[in-house]
DNA sequence: CATATTAAGTCAACGACGCTGCCGTAATGG
DNA sequence: CCATTACGGCAGCGTCGTTGACTTAATATG
């Protein structure tokens, strides 16, 4: 932000009523912004993850499973390591997770058609069944928030939201967002 | 971001084209929108929080030191019993924190003056000092967001993030907004 | 004043979920 | 044919969350 720049030293003192903000106080203010930003995203995420744990626990599963059945649900087919480069985490803390979840049967596995050496994953009946039953948690949530803060609010959150994330990670959501308008399925 | 207002039950069909959004589509989307926010969460988080850790690691420290040190340093004199309140963990993984925050000279207790039995918590200045180079990481990444997205766009995006959380959560962030307003000292 | 209650520290044990490193297998592709 | 890639599995470890029980000191209350 513009504190970087250096107040030139000859600005009169006048020209400030007695109460206005000082350059001091801006730069205060510009901080103590960015530090709201922190507790708000520490909250929110805090309260939006905790929405499906009680349904988790029930079943004996985490949040990491919840992550993969999200992201599963939301492209059928993808590979492993597709979805190792969506979560950020090591082929072994996947491994772990997912071998669960095909175990109890909410994802299944199945060789890709170009490349054999693919397991393209896709939810159950089942996944799927819990999948949205851990959404619902966490829609009543997101919906209230976006019901009370309107449409024109909701349009901002977005463009924060991309903004905080990577660039890797909005190309990704370009192309939900594209999915979404247009519903065809995608190549395996 | 319109299909925030229900359809008319009574509208006519004929008053639509043939690929205008039926009541189905518009379910459709209103679900798409809350899982799209899911994403949002997921990667805004994932890589708020990737941003301090190089750091973290290079002392030795995780993203639960880097909750408190944060915590702590927005409200110096908390108890611990506070502090438990914010970060909802158990009294166990927070003392496990504490004590190595302590240990290295990064957080000072000290007895309440009204009542004895709490441990006042504050950062020392060494701890100010790293609170501040953790800060920074996440203060460019999302200083940059608030820059590209714009002033209205902040607004919502607070609106949101606050209508996410749970309601003691908002009761502690409407603290932290006039406390920035209002900088006096917080009784201890 | 005796007796809860409260704030905090502590110990033991455990579970979830990250990590690294290494090896094996199968399929792909130059 | 051989390097590479996609994936799975194993061993071991670290962080950080959990529960439960117990202690101490200070406060609050009957």
């Known amino acids: 932000m513009s504190d970087r720049k250096a107040e030139p030293p000859s600005r009169p003192a006048a020209a400030l009523p007695a109460d206005t903000k000082t350059l001091a106080s801006l730069l205060f203010l ?36 919840h992550r993969a059945l999200h992201f599963i649900g939301r492209n059928p087919g993808i590979s492993v390591s597709e979805l190792l480069g969506i979560l950020r985490i090591t082929k072994q803390s996947l491994a772990r997770v997912l071998s669960t979840l095909v175990g109890r049967g909410y994802v299944t596995q199945a060789a890709g ?14 996944g799927a069944g819990l999948e949205r039953q851990l959404f ?9 928030a976006y019901r009370e803060a309107g449409g024109t ?12 994330m990577e660039h890797d ?4 959501m370009d192309g939900a967002e594209r999915e979404a308008h247009e519903p065809r399925a995608r190549p395996a």
Chains 1, 2 share one sequence.
Do not use: K
């Open 30 to 65: 510009r901080e103590e912004e960015m530090r709201l930003a922190q507790d708000l995203l520490f909250f929110a995420y805090r309260d939006f993850t905790c929405a499906a744990d009680r349904v988790l626990s029930e079943l004996g599963l985490g949040r990491a499973h």
């Open 113 to 126: 058609r170009s490349d054999r050496r693919q397991r393209r994953l896709s939810l159950t009946a089942a």
């Open 136 to 144: 619902e948690r966490q829609r009543e949530r997101l919906a209230g």
């Open 153 to 164: 609010a909701v349009e901002g959150f977005r463009r924060v939201m991309r903004g905080i």
């Open 169 to 172: 990670a909005r190309a990704y």
